[in-house]
């Protein structure tokens, strides 16, 4: 049998940082849990452009369709503010979301109870809280033809377009379907067929998909701003929510808030089976590349050791495993050792990156 493999992409400011602490989780697995992963890294975002030019070389595009799993850090920075947009380092990121097909983006929000009081909501309307979004992310707004900045009649014009077809409605649907039923059997769906056509195809496609193989599952609809205001005022009432790429882009850092901290954030985006039966998939965190505190230790690793909790998963098959290693995540804050993001008014000491990680190693060995 050959190991797994994975392709490590870290990227810009912070990314390196939480993903050397992945690889320190990645090697106790392959010592402790005989579950050795072959690892490759290179370059994406603002790193690959400053070596090659571009955001992401289409070589690092091609090891990237043969592994079984990439995990991604995050990518870019102020450095790249000012590149020309076809270059800019969110591009290198796209084209992976889009040449790997990873329409479904699973973005978990769960609050630990030790963290119910670090959200901006009071912690009984948080306490407890796990939902899943299911963002639809390779099509929509963030791909749609026409798109570009034009003059008409003597001004620039600024054009994108929204645009979705029924199966790839179906098929997001469908993912948030399957994933609805392992968890609470419930799914709301939201979009804004009030103002947009293509929101209303979203809603008959959804509720078609119910009709004809999801009965079991209790379908809501709902406007995405409504979507919005429910998920401060009640978020409890969610089980699973899936959306459009740009709903579902805003509507998650929303949710993300909800838990207290955007450094606890995973993330799963998953595509069609491979010939091995494993999805296409990459793995990274929610936060981006936090340029304010790169390279000064205070980065929280939770986000992107739980998106690796989510690889062994949706990858490798290892539910045991991976709820193995949200559990240490989850004693290590219970224990109160915790990155600045997480520190309380009353202080305490806050530990680094590396001694957070450390700390999950522990709590890992302690689990045994
Ligand atoms: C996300 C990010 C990306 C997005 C950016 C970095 C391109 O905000 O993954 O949510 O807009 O999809
Ligand atoms: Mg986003």
């Known amino acids: 049998m050959t190991n797994p493999t994975l392709l490590i992409l870290a990227g810009d400011g912070i990314g390196p940082e939480v993903m050397a ?6 090697d106790w697995y392959g010592e402790k849990r005989d579950l050795t992963f072959d690892v490759t890294e290179d370059l994406v975002g603002g790193a690959a452009y400053d070596k090659h030019g571009v955001p992401l070389h289409d070589d690092t595009m091609a090891k990237a369709q043969e592994v079984d799993a990439v995990l ?33 983006n699973l973005r978990p929000a769960q609050c630990f109870d030790a963290l119910a009081d670090f959200s901006s909501l009071k912690k009984d309307i948080v306490a407890g809280l796990d939902i899943m979004i299911v963002r639809e992310l390779t099509s929509g707004v963030y791909f749609g ?6 003059i008409v009649d003597n001004e620039r014009v600024g054009v994108n377009t929204q645009r979705y077809t029924e199966s790839e409605i179906a098929r997001v649907a469908r993912s948030a379907f399957e994933l609805a039923r392992k968890r609470g059997g419930k799914l709301c769906s939201m979009e804004k067929a009030n103002v947009m056509e293509s929101g209303i195809l979203w809603r008959d496609v959804v509720t078609e998909v119910h009709a004809a193989d999801y009965s079991d599952i209790e379908l809501s609809h709902m406007y995405a701003d409504n979507g919005a205001m429910q998920l401060v005022r009640n978020p409890k009432q969610f089980d699973v929510i899936v959306t459009d790429n740009l709903f579902g882009d805003i509507l998650s850092d929303c949710a993300a808030m909800l838990t207290g901290s955007l450094g606890m954030l995973p993330s799963a985006s998953l595509g069609a089976p491979m010939a091995n039966g494993r999805p296409k998939a990459m793995y990274e965190p929610v936060h981006g590349s936090a340029p304010d505190i790169t390279g000064q230790g205070k980065a929280n690793p939770s986000a992107c050791i739980l998106s690796f909790a ?7 098959d290892q539910g045991d495993e991976a709820t193995r290693l949200e559990q240490a995540v989850e004693k290590v804050l219970a224990d109160g050792i915790r990155t600045p993001d997480l520190m309380g008014i009353d202080g305490g000491t806050p530990v680094t990156t590396s001694q957070m990680g450390d700390a999950v190693i522990a709590a890992l060995e302690a689990s045994l």
């Open 72 to 104: 991604l850090g995050a990518v870019g920075g102020p450095a790249y503010d000012d590149l020309d947009f076809s270059v800019k380092p969110e591009r290198g990121l796209l084209r992976l979301r889009k040449e790997m097909d990873l329409y479904s």
């Open 21 to 26: 602490e992945v690889r320190k989780i990645i």
């Open 145 to 150: 033809e026409p798109r570009g900045i034009s």
């Open 310 to 316: 989510m690889a062994l998963r949706y990858s490798f």
